[in-house]
Structures are given as structure tokens and as C-alpha cells.
């Protein structure tokens, strides 16, 4: 994880209201997002979450997109992507998500009944994305199995209730207008 650490605390930091925000290639695309930073995080995917229980991947548009990706071409597990936008079909399941900084409407289409899916995003911060994601997809009929993130942002507020434990690959926080790497999950789970 030495690139993702390293991109990280050179990442600048920018102001959404209240709320300080540092932006990556993880979650903004920003700097371009290079192929062995794609590559490390979904070789650390694989060793924090058990991809044999897992049928599909799934991830919320769009910062998860490429982590989604990456990993799929990586285990041939095929990817889903909750939309911004309605396409009407049937099996259509609407989610309402509300994060530190924003809210969404998100669409989930493709789900089978019984499919068993990892969900993979770029930042867990209070957790409102993966809570309305939990709620969706066990509306479509599939089961939320594993749930993995990026990053885990510490942010001081306390995390909504989440019927799933969520991997993360490191913990940060911003301090002093600096990202601070908190935890390095993957160091433990490849010793």
C-alpha cells in the first residue's frame, strides 16, 4: 500500500462547507488515476475480504466505479454500478444516500434473487452510502455478504449502524490541513 500512502499524504485538502475533503485519485480521479494504484488496492481487496462467498461485485456511481473495476478484471467477478439515474426497468430498486457532504438518489438494476455481493467503495466516513445500499439490495433480493472500502475517514462524527463489518484498507484522518494515515489493515492481513 505504499503507493495509496504516499499519494495520500501529498493529497491536497479543499473546503466543502465544514467539512475538509482531500482530494486523491481514489475519490476524485484526481490527479489521473494510475494503473499500479489500481492494481495495489485490488490485490489489498483480496486479502481483507473472502471472494469465494462472492457472486457479484457492486459499487454506488461513481467513485467506486474503478476500485469496482479493477478488482473485477483482477478476479473475473462480475461488477454492477448503482446509477444516478433511473432506466425503469422492472427489477429497478431505488436508494436514497446522504453523506457528509451530499445526497443522491442511486438505482440498483441487475440483481438476482440469491446473488451473494461484496460492495466496494472508495471512502466510509458515516456510513450513509453503504446503510442505503444494505437496505437496496436486500430489496432486490440479493444478500450483502462483504462490504470493503478504500479508505476509512475519520471524521468525528459517529457512524450510522451498519448490519455488515466493512474492510477498509486504511484509516485517515486530516489534521492540521494534512491527510494522516491512522491504520494500514492490509500490513496485518498479508503478515
Known amino acids: 500500500m505504499e503507493t495509496l500512502k504516499r499519494t495520500l499524504r501529498e493529497a491536497?485538502?479543499?473546503?466543502?462547507?465544514?467539512?475538509?475533503?482531500?482530494?486523491?485519485?481514489?475519490?476524485?480521479?484526481?490527479?489521473?488515476?494510475?494503473?499500479?494504484?489500481?492494481?495495489?488496492?485490488?490485490?489489498?481487496?483480496?486479502?481483507?475480504?473472502?471472494?469465494?462467498?462472492?457472486?457479484?461485485?457492486?459499487?454506488?456511481?461513481?467513485?467506486?466505479?474503478?476500485?469496482?473495476?479493477?478488482?473485477?478484471?483482477?478476479t473475473d467477478i462480475p461488477f454492477v454500478v448503482a446509477r444516478k439515474r433511473a432506466y425503469g426497468f422492472e427489477d429497478e430498486v431505488a436508494v436514497h444516500q446522504t453523506t457528509g457532504y451530499a445526497e443522491d438518489e442511486l438505482y440498483i438494476n441487475c440483481i438476482e434473487d440469491g446473488e451473494r455481493l461484496l460492495f466496494v467503495d472508495d471512502v466510509y466516513a458515516t456510513g450513509g452510502t453503504i446503510r442505503a445500499m444494505c437496505d437496496a439490495i436486500a430489496e432486490t433480493g440479493g444478500e450483502l455478504v462483504e462490504a470493503a472500502v478504500v479508505i476509512r475517514r475519520q471524521t468525528g462524527e459517529e457512524p450510522v449502524d451498519l448490519p455488515i463489518e466493512v474492510q477498509h484498507l486504511l484509516e485517515v484522518d486530516i489534521v492540521d490541513g494534512e491527510v494522516v494515515i491512522l491504520d494500514d489493515v492490509t500490513a496485518e492481513a498479508t503478515e
Open 12 to 74: 491536497p485538502i479543499v473546503d466543502r462547507g465544514e467539512y475538509q475533503y482531500f482530494v486523491h485519485p481514489v475519490t476524485d480521479c484526481l490527479p489521473e488515476v494510475q494503473p499500479d494504484l489500481l492494481r495495489e488496492i485490488a490485490t489489498a481487496f483480496e486479502a481483507v475480504v473472502d471472494l469465494d462467498r462472492v457472486d457479484k461485485i457492486i459499487t454506488a456511481e461513481a467513485m467506486g466505479v474503478h476500485h469496482a473495476a479493477a478488482l473485477s478484471m483482477q
